[in-house]
């Protein structure tokens, strides 16, 4: 059985930075594209972050700020926030894909993601 578990969640301030870590189980890890997505209070869930291979994707607002990375040693995948922002408040999910072929558009795609974690809050006040 696949579990995703996000941590590293919380409250701060803006200009603040967090880590969120993904520990994966039950599936064969480096097979697998890994993304972020989150969801804001009263919006529909979107593309965060994803990385797959070497290769990895940002949505554009947050390009510059929002670095993803992957141990494979340690089954888990990161994004490291910096200079947050209030509008970077949401639930943040992150997701698994078996697709590696897929194009950079399947890639920001929800549907494409197989697994999800429960989600980790991230609160930034202004």
């Known amino acids: 059985q696949v579990h995703l578990v996000e941590s590293g969640g919380g409250l701060v301030q803006a200009g603040g930075s967090l880590r969120l870590s993904c520990a994966a189980s039950?599936?064969?890890?480096?097979?697998?594209?890994m993304g972020w997505f989150r969801q804001g209070p009263g919006k529909e869930r979107e593309f965060v972050a994803a990385?797959?291979?070497?290769?990895?994707y940002y949505t554009d607002s947050v390009k510059g700020r929002f670095t993803i990375s992957r141990d494979n040693a340690k089954n888990t995948v990161y994004l490291q926030m910096n200079s947050l922002k209030p509008e970077d408040t949401a639930v943040y999910y992150c997701?698994?894909?078996?697709?590696?072929?897929?194009?950079?558009?399947?890639?920001?795609?929800?549907?494409?993601?197989?697994?999800w974690g429960q989600g980790a809050q991230v609160t930034v006040s202004s």
């Open positions: 990385i797959s291979g070497d290769n990895t």
């Open positions: 039950g599936l064969t890890f480096r097979w697998y594209n």
């Open positions: 997701a698994a894909d078996s697709e590696v072929l897929g194009t950079s558009a399947q890639k920001r795609d929800s549907r494409m993601y197989e697994y």
